[in-house]
């Protein structure tokens, strides 16, 4: 038995070893020669690295632990090294292969290997078109050797014959202390107990993307890529490209930065409050209720409100993409979930980076769920702040991390830390959120009682700051991630109709301004107002431009998408193939209009996927 668990143990440590010895040969190979790092960046690479290489030895070492289980029945000796060869020999295949392509390939991809490289396995010779073949034989014999290595070191640490287990008692004992360690073992594969799975978002730990990319173990990136390698640009065909590409025209034009003016400077300080689930019916300002957030109404009379402003989804990862990288939703992906199509997208972070801010990023909750971490520090956010960072105390009156009001008040200690700007900081409330629990009690229902709290949370926070230097030259935007559903009758156009606010020294004079518009349309319309350029942001529109003369909003939800203008809006039924809600603004319905917004919608869909599936 103890032969069993300590070659069980031995091939565990192994593998551990390997992954780590491969993330050295990749820090020592593949670092840029302009930023050279030291041995304390691979130290940090290799200790957050292991949240990944833990799971993946979870994986190999499944098979050899069933295998202790099932030896521990049989009368006679097993010749266990002869037997496991033909496992050693394919999981030393393709943990070569898997290593060396890595290599490779992140010189000229700048990325790590994921289900990328089976876009061009239909075209090989194009792929190969720009080494050399002795390029191509010098990585096979590398693949070979590092097998046959890895081959060697397995079949060393196996023993060659394993002895049986005497005894019924000690065979089931053998097997049951087997089957105990499979639990922790799922734990470990799963990534852990919290809300958040193993993604590669969980190693990112550094503003260096190099550091970042040694920390992924390229096994796990390339099989969690795999379910996400799907042909999008295929879905939702409901035009051929003549006619889709007539229908979209003009819908996202070119916004100049030569905007409406909303500021009194080029340079304010910039705080986005992405308020979890705000939507417009919490907002007396956009007609929704009036007892729930008497603060932000009080503050939307001071800056400049947004009354038309509308989510682009129903979930937080999706609302954050479209917030800060002025992209698109998807009603059957998020995009933030897969970092081979999120690290190709512009963001607010990186383009204020540019011009000398500095961003950070604050969370009460798991920044790791949904593969948050990995889309923010690829999106420039240097400094990021989480549950990790918050005493259990500080945890305690909520399950999915601190509340808005500890929250409020780090944020706060942040700014002021800050120094001579410019700088940037992204802040995600948490409290509105289920089971709503809240340390408040203003409101008899749950749900607007916790939206309450966050509202009080800040009235407070916005009222410390006008007493303080820093408001003079800070912009803050307020803008739900999505809205949500309450009451639960309200249709799919109340849910998304929504709203942004814009308060503080910086804003020239308040103004309400009634344009259709989408939460994704934030980073153009910032950007405009800063005087920087965002033509990488396709799908954002500057809507204080005067180029900006069709508004509309687009908003989707899991099975349906909707599409409003000036005639009123559609909301189709993507999976009943059928209109679901249908309103005019004039009041009387227009089958016309009706056909024509359902049109445009899908037309905007369609592009949408295509966009996705191309890049």
């Not at 730990?205 to 799907?230: I, Q, R, Y």
Request: glycine share 8%; aromatic share 12%; with cysteine.
């Amino acid at each position: 038995m103890r032969q069993r668990f300590g070659w069980l143990a031995r091939l565990y440590a192994a593998f551990l070893a390997v992954f780590m010895v491969q993330k050295a040969a990749f820090f020592i190979i593949d670092m840029p020669q302009d930023a050279p790092h030291g041995a304390a960046g691979l130290a940090a690479a290799l200790l957050h690295g292991l949240l990944l290489d833990v799971p993946v030895a979870g994986y190999l070492i499944a098979l050899p632990l069933l295998a202790v289980v099932v030896t521990a029945w049989l009368p006679r000796p097993l010749r266990l090294r002869r037997w496991a060869s033909a496992y050693y020999g394919v999981v030393a295949l393709c943990v070569s292969l898997m290593f060396v392509a890595d290599l490779s390939l992140y010189p000229f991809w700048q990325f790590k290997l994921d289900a990328t490289i089976f876009y061009y396995t239909d075209s090989p010779k194009d792929a190969l078109a720009s080494v050399s073949a002795g390029y191509v034989a010098l990585r096979l014999l590398a693949v070979a050797a590092w097998a046959a290595a890895l081959l060697w070191l397995f079949r060393r640490l196996t023993p060659a014959v394993l002895r049986p287990v005497g005894g019924i008692g000690r065979r089931a004992l053998c097997s049951l202390l087997a089957l105990a360690l499979a639990a922790p073992l799922a734990v470990s594969i799963r990534g852990g107990l919290g809300e958040s799975t193993a993604n590669i978002g969980r190693v990112y730990f550094s503003a260096d993307e190099f550091l970042n990319h040694t920390a992924v173990n390229p096994c796990f990136s390339l099989l969690a890529s795999l379910g996400k390698a799907e042909d999008y640009g295929s879905e939702f065909d409901y035009f051929d490209e003549d006619r889709r590409a007539a229908l979209f025209r003009g819908l996202y034009p070119p916004t100049p930065t030569d905007t409406v003016r909303l500021l009194n400077t080029r340079r304010p300080n910039v705080l986005v409050i992405l308020m979890e689930g705000f939507g417009g019916q919490f907002v007396e300002a956009v007609s929704g209720r009036t007892d729930i957030a008497p603060n932000y109404n009080r503050l939307a009379r001071e800056g400049v409100i947004f009354t038309n402003c509308y989510s682009n989804s129903f979930r937080t990862d999706r609302g954050t993409v479209s917030t800060l990288s002025g992209y698109p939703s998807f009603p059957t992906l998020s995009v933030m979930k897969m970092p081979v199509k999120s690290r190709t997208l512009p963001c607010l972070a990186a383009s204020l980076n540019a011009e000398g801010y500095r961003s950070s990023f604050i969370y009460g909750g798991d920044i790791n769920f949904t593969n948050m971490q990995s889309y923010l520090r690829t999106g420039g956010y240097g400094t990021i702040v989480s549950d990790v960072d918050f005493s259990q105390e500080e945890k305690a009156d909520n399950p999915w991390g601190a509340n808005d009001d500890v929250t409020f008040a780090r944020l706060g200690r942040m700014m002021a830390e800050q120094g001579a700007g410019p700088w940037h900081i992204c802040f995600l409330t948490l409290s509105s959120h289920e089971p709503w629990q809240v340390p408040y009690k203003r409101l008899a229902e749950k749900i607007p009682n916790a939206f309450a709290f966050t509202d009080h949370c800040l009235g407070r926070f916005v009222d410390s700051l006008k007493r303080t230097p820093a408001w003079r030259d800070l912009l803050i935007v307020c803008i739900p991630d999505h809205g949500y559903l309450y009451p639960s009758d309200i249709t799919h156009e109340q849910h998304s109709h929504n709203t942004m606010l814009w308060i503080g020294g910086a804003v020239a004079r308040p103004r309400t301004v009634a344009t259709l518009m989408n939460q994704s349309d934030m980073a153009a319309t910032l950007l405009g107002q800063l005087g920087i350029g965002h033509s990488a942001y396709t799908f954002s529109r500057d809507v204080m431009s005067q180029e900006y003369k069709y508004p509309f909003a687009f908003f989707t939800h899991k099975e349906s998408f909707g599409f409003a203008d000036s005639t009123g809006h559609t909301v189709y039924d993507i999976v009943g193939d059928k209109v679901s809600e249908d309103r005019s603004a004039s009041g009387r319905a227009s089958a016309a209009m009706t056909a024509r917004r359902l049109e445009l919608g899908k037309a905007v869909m369609q592009s949408f996927y295509d966009d996705i599936g191309r890049r």
